[in-house]
Structure formats: structure tokens, C-alpha cells
């Protein structure tokens, strides 16, 4: 009960004015511009996320946060991102969306626990595990990094899986496909070896892989 009162009073502090503002002013003009499309794997996809989770997608350009955030629209995103970005000129906005930094070529614990501890107070934490930008405009996804695994067990948050497809052209609309949520402890429980999470890593590619056919 302590943690969800905590979470619902940061849902409303003012240091996500800025945050707000921009996604606000920035609806219309999205939605004028790319003209987005949902379509979902099924009804059960479709209800809207409460509580903590985790938000996976594709990544196939710098856009792709932008349009993660139309895809799951009425969520704030606080999206996983590398600390160099924290120490560029840039810096004020990634602070002012509520990412959160880490250390990509050394990723330890205290990292884990930024994460983790986001999702377990009830935020929606969103990321691309595939762990960079995948420049083909293919679509086609590369292995996604077994650590996503290991933040959603922590946390005990679901993986919500986004696959976004790739626009070749400006005008064209976006699609999104958006997946049910994923269990991870459905697979092999709480306490998976790491060959295990690994294996639960490629069934969420693999469902990323069907959302795919959908868009």
C-alpha cells in the first residue's frame, strides 16, 4: 500500500512539467504527421498498462523513443539509455524525460537496481534490447540482450513487447503492433539458470518476430 500511494504521488511532481509539456505540445503535431496505426495481438493486448513494466521494442532508428511513447501513449516513458548521453550537451532533456542512465560496456548491479527499482514503484520503464540502433530498414531484429530478463524478474513486472515498423519514406504512417504482456516467471519460475533467461530472452524476440507479421 506504502509503495502504490508513493508511486501515485510522483505521477503528479512537478519536475515532469517539462516532460508533460512536450508531450502534450507534441501529441497534435504527431498525430498529424504519422498518422499512427495501432494493431494489437489480441483484446488482452489492448487493456491498458497499470503498474510497473517493462516497455521492449525494436530499434531501428532515433525516433524510435518517440514513437514508442505514441505507441503506448497514455504512459510516461522513463527510458534506459546510455550514461554518455547524461554527460553530453544534450543532458538537460534525457534528465527531463526521466531516463535512466547506464553504463552499456559495464553493466552491473547498481544499474540493474535503477531499473528495477523504477519498475517496483510503479512506473513503466521502456528500452530497445536489442542494445543499439539497428540501422537496416529491413525490420529484421537482431538477439536481444538477456538482461531484460533479469529486470523483469526482479521486478516482477510483465515485458510488454512493442515491434515498431520501419518507415522508408516520410509521409508514410506508422505502425505499431503491440503484444500481450509477457510472465517471465511463466516459463521456468523465479529462479531461472542464466542458459534459461537466455532462452526467455529469444521467445520474447520471437514474439517480437510475430508482431512483425502483423504490421
Same mark, same amino acid.
Request: charged letters at 25%; proline letters at 7%.
Given at each position: 500500500m506504502k509503495r502504490e500511494k508513493k508511486a501515485k504521488a510522483k505521477l503528479f511532481s512537478p519536475k515532469y512539467l517539462i516532460y508533460d509539456f512536450v508531450k502534450a505540445t507534441a501529441a497534435l503535431?504527431?498525430?498529424?504527421?504519422?498518422?499512427?496505426?495501432?494493431?494489437?495481438?489480441?483484446?488482452k493486448a489492448k487493456e491498458r498498462i497499470r503498474g510497473g513494466a517493462l516497455a521492449v521494442?525494436?530499434?531501428?532508428?532515433?525516433?524510435?523513443?518517440?514513437?514508442?511513447?505514441?505507441?503506448?501513449?497514455?504512459? /510516461?516513458?522513463?527510458?534506459v539509455c546510455g550514461k554518455e548521453f547524461f554527460e553530453s550537451r544534450a543532458r538537460f532533456w534525457f534528465k527531463s524525460f526521466l531516463c535512466?542512465?547506464?553504463?552499456?560496456?559495464?553493466?552491473?548491479?547498481?544499474?540493474?537496481r535503477a531499473?528495477?527499482?523504477?519498475?517496483?514503484?510503479?512506473?513503466?520503464?521502456?528500452?530497445?534490447?536489442?542494445?543499439?540502433?539497428n540501422g537496416e530498414r529491413t525490420g529484421d531484429l @537482431?538477439?536481444?540482450?538477456?538482461?531484460?530478463?533479469?529486470? !523483469?524478474?526482479?521486478?516482477?513486472?510483465?515485458v510488454i513487447p512493442v515491434y515498431i515498423k520501419p518507415r522508408k519514406r516520410f509521409? @508514410? /504512417?506508422?505502425?505499431? !503492433?503491440?503484444?500481450?504482456p509477457i510472465d517471465v516467471t511463466s516459463f521456468y519460475g @523465479?529462479?531461472?539458470t542464466f542458459a534459461q533467461i537466455g532462452?526467455?530472452?529469444?521467445?520474447?524476440?520471437?514474439?517480437?518476430?510475430y508482431l512483425k507479421s502483423l504490421v
Open positions: 503535431p504527431g498525430l498529424l504527421i504519422f498518422r499512427p496505426k495501432w494493431i494489437y495481438e489480441s483484446e521494442s525494436n530499434h531501428y532508428g532515433f525516433f524510435d523513443p518517440l514513437y514508442l511513447m505514441i505507441a503506448i501513449w497514455y504512459r /510516461r516513458h522513463r527510458f535512466i542512465p547506464i553504463d552499456r560496456a559495464n553493466f552491473n548491479i547498481s544499474s540493474l531499473i528495477t527499482d523504477a519498475m517496483k514503484s510503479g512506473y513503466l520503464v521502456s528500452m530497445f534490447p536489442e542494445g543499439h540502433v @537482431e538477439d536481444f540482450k538477456p538482461g531484460l530478463v533479469l529486470m !523483469a524478474l526482479q521486478a516482477k513486472a510483465p509521409y @508514410e /504512417r506508422i505502425r505499431f !503492433a503491440v503484444g500481450e @523465479e529462479r531461472p532462452e526467455i530472452a529469444r521467445a520474447v524476440r520471437e514474439k517480437e518476430e
